[in-house]
């Protein structure tokens, strides 16, 4: 009896050695005990018949660049986290392949495939503050406002507040950092890091998205959280996997990207994310039912362009 359970323990690890192991690089909050990849992976594996492993960075521009610095050599088969607004860089770099993953939802890019989105917006607490600024101009100009956002040379949150700005000030977004720059309390290197400094009490606004009460109600079961509605609008970011190159497992990365479009992976998504699901199909109807927020029309700029905006935000100190 102890050899026969002793054979089928040795063909049952000897199977999961042979298994295929599909590597996905993602953000943090992504990854995290509250975020999506858990419920995610466990879904995957029961179809897939593969080891799938979430690779962890502090946040989406870290999560880049170290698949720059990598290049040919990245483990990564597929990586989690390339919105909109640094698909211009990613895409320059020549690092991922077109996806054939099959979809409802039709992509015009066939390199990056979307599965969540969101507005950038200014939460603050309801109870705290009774005067919530209206617009971005008059965040950046009112000093009496405790304000904390995210490093855009690390943060994919902070680098939309870096287009968001220019887009509205243009020619005199160098003016508008340093305004901003006399009541800006801490510039955190992530989301989760700046957003935990906020609940902690160390602002009056913080950097975040317009679903971010969503969270609030659902897991804290409170209203008080409230996304400011600006009357310049509000950029949309919208995030994306995508598959590399040099990955060996391109048959599995595919049905990954596929299996991100399957009702029960939206609602996963789109809860533990805290982000409007692309298909809505299975989701929950709070999504549906949110207040509508001004959307500010952007194109996406070079990237030599945010090279010269990140240079004039980082003067701007």
Same mark, same amino acid.
């Given at each position: 009896?102890?050899?026969?359970?002793?054979?089928?323990?040795?063909?049952?690890?000897?199977?999961?050695?042979?298994?295929?192991?599909?590597?996905?690089?993602?953000?943090?909050?992504?990854?995290?005990?509250?975020?999506?990849?858990?419920?995610?992976?466990?879904?995957?594996?029961?179809?897939?018949?593969?080891?799938?492993?979430?690779?962890?960075?502090?946040?989406?521009?870290?999560?880049?660049?170290?698949?720059?610095?990598?290049?040919?050599?990245? @483990?990564?088969? $597929?990586? +989690? =986290?390339?919105?909109?607004?640094?698909?211009?860089? %990613?895409?320059?770099? *020549?690092?991922?392949?077109?996806?054939?993953?099959?979809?409802?939802?039709?992509?015009?890019?066939?390199?990056?495939?979307?599965?969540?989105?969101?507005?950038?917006?200014?939460?603050?607490?309801?109870?705290?503050?009774?005067?919530?600024?209206?617009?971005?101009?008059?965040?950046?100009?009112?000093?009496?406002?405790?304000?904390?956002?995210?490093?855009?040379?690390?943060?994919?949150?902070?680098?939309?507040?870096?287009?968001?700005?220019?887009?509205?000030?243009?020619?005199?977004?160098?003016?508008?950092?340093?305004?901003?720059? @006399?009541?800006? $309390?801490? +510039? =955190?290197?992530?989301?989760?890091?700046?957003?935990? %400094?906020?609940?902690? *009490?160390?602002?009056?606004?913080?950097?975040?998205?317009?679903?971010?009460?969503?969270?609030?109600?659902?897991?804290?079961?409170?209203?008080?959280?409230?996304?400011?509605?600006?009357?310049?609008?509000?950029?949309?970011?919208?995030?994306?996997?995508?598959?590399?190159?040099?990955?060996?497992?391109?048959?599995?990365?595919?049905?990954?990207?596929?299996?991100?479009?399957?009702?029960?992976?939206?609602?996963?998504?789109?809860?533990?994310?805290?982000?409007?699901?692309?298909?809505?199909?299975?989701?929950?109807?709070?999504?549906?039912?949110?207040?509508?927020?001004?959307?500010?029309?952007?194109?996406?700029?070079?990237?030599?362009?945010?090279?010269?905006?990140?240079?004039?935000?980082?003067?701007?100190?």
């Amino acid at each position: 009896m102890k050899f026969i359970l002793s054979s089928f323990a040795l063909l049952s690890t000897v199977a999961f050695a042979n298994q295929p192991t599909l590597t996905v690089y993602t953000y943090s909050s992504f990854a995290s005990e509250y975020g999506p990849a858990a419920k995610l992976e466990q879904n995957f594996e029961k179809v897939c018949g593969c080891d799938l492993k979430f690779m962890p960075f502090d946040d989406s521009v870290t999560m880049f660049n170290r698949l720059r610095l990598e290049g040919k050599k990245t @483990k990564a088969d $597929v990586v +989690v =986290g390339i919105d909109n607004f640094l698909q211009p860089e %990613a895409e320059k770099s *020549g690092l991922f392949s077109e996806f054939e993953a099959k979809t409802k939802l039709e992509i015009k890019d066939k390199i990056f495939f979307p599965y969540d989105m969101g507005s950038y917006a200014f939460i603050y607490d309801k109870e705290k503050l009774a005067n919530p600024p209206k617009s971005l101009k008059e965040l950046v100009e009112r000093q009496d406002l405790k304000v904390i956002y995210q490093d855009p040379r690390t943060s994919s949150v902070g680098r939309g507040f870096l287009l968001w700005v220019n887009q509205v000030y243009g020619n005199e977004a160098e003016n508008a950092w340093k305004t901003l720059a @006399k009541h800006t $309390v801490t +510039v =955190g290197k992530g989301w989760s890091e700046t957003y935990g %400094a906020f609940l902690k *009490g160390e602002s009056d606004v913080v950097l975040s998205y317009t679903t971010s009460p969503l969270y609030h109600q659902w897991y804290d079961k409170t209203d008080k959280y409230v996304a400011a509605a600006f009357e310049e609008g509000h950029l949309t970011q919208v995030e994306n996997a995508a598959i590399l190159k040099t990955s060996k497992q391109k048959v599995l990365a595919n049905q990954f990207l596929a299996f991100l479009h399957e009702p029960e992976s939206q609602h996963i998504i789109s809860y533990h994310n805290v982000m409007n699901p692309v298909l809505l199909e299975g989701t929950d109807p709070a999504f549906s039912q949110m207040p509508t927020y001004k959307i500010l029309s952007f194109d996406p700029p070079s990237s030599d362009t945010i090279q010269k905006w990140l240079a004039t935000w980082a003067n701007s100190w």
